[in-house]
């Protein structure tokens, strides 16, 4: 599922984003969705999300929910 459409995002689910400084390099981090930042439906470089850990990204994979 892309990480560009916003319905594909709830909180509680776990997904991997880019913070703002490992754009250049891509180094992903994983943690679990608290809040969408994102308004908009769909965002091309991925939905804004900030994690339970207080992280903000944009998401780029949303893991498989078993």
Do not use: C, F, W, Y
Not at 13 to 25: A, N
Request: hydrophobic letters at 25%.
């Amino acid at each position: 599922m892309p990480g560009t459409k916003r319905g594909n995002i709830q909180p509680g689910m776990t997904v991997k984003v880019v913070q703002k400084q490992d754009q250049r390099s891509g180094k992903l981090t994983e943690g679990i969705v608290e809040k969408l930042l994102t308004n908009s439906s769909n965002h091309p470089h991925g939905i804004k999300v900030r994690l339970k850990d207080g992280t903000v990204g944009r998401v780029k994979e949303i893991k498989a929910q078993s």
